[in-house]
Nanobody, 123 residues
């Protein structure tokens, strides 16, 4: 059974940092492009970042460029999202998802999802 599990969310002050992890079980994560998405209350799910199977190619939403960094450790079957200089508008549930072939900003192109991890900014 293919499964993704996110962790690392929490409550943080503006300007702070968090590192999210996305761990895979039941399949080899290195064979998949992995995307991070987020969904705030009352808003649609939006793409945050994506990393190719090799890790060579990455992309970011404009709202997080320069603050977030995606990386992967295929030996550990894990993808990370380092989030720095966090802002109140980053508050959301963050999800990771797997695409068998390539990165996409559309959630419709991913068929395996984690359960999400909550990130809350509060002063």
């Amino acid at each position: 059974q293919l499964q993704l599990v996110e962790s690392g969310g929490g409550l943080v002050q503006p300007g702070g940092s968090l590192r999210l992890s996305c761990a895979a079980s039941g399949f080899t994560l290195g064979n998949y492009a992995i995307g991070w998405f987020r969904q705030a209350p009352g808003k649609e799910r939006e793409g945050v970042s994506c990393i190719s199977t090799s890790g060579i190619s990455t992309n970011y939403a404009d709202a997080v460029k320069g603050r977030f960094t995606i990386s992967r450790d295929n030996a550990k079957n894990t993808v990370y999202l380092q989030m720095n200089s966090l802002k109140p508008e980053d508050t959301a549930v963050y999800y990771c998802a797997a695409n068998r072939y390539w990165c996409s900003s559309s959630a419709l192109n991913y068929d395996t999802w984690g359960q999400g991890t909550q990130v809350t900014l509060s002063s």
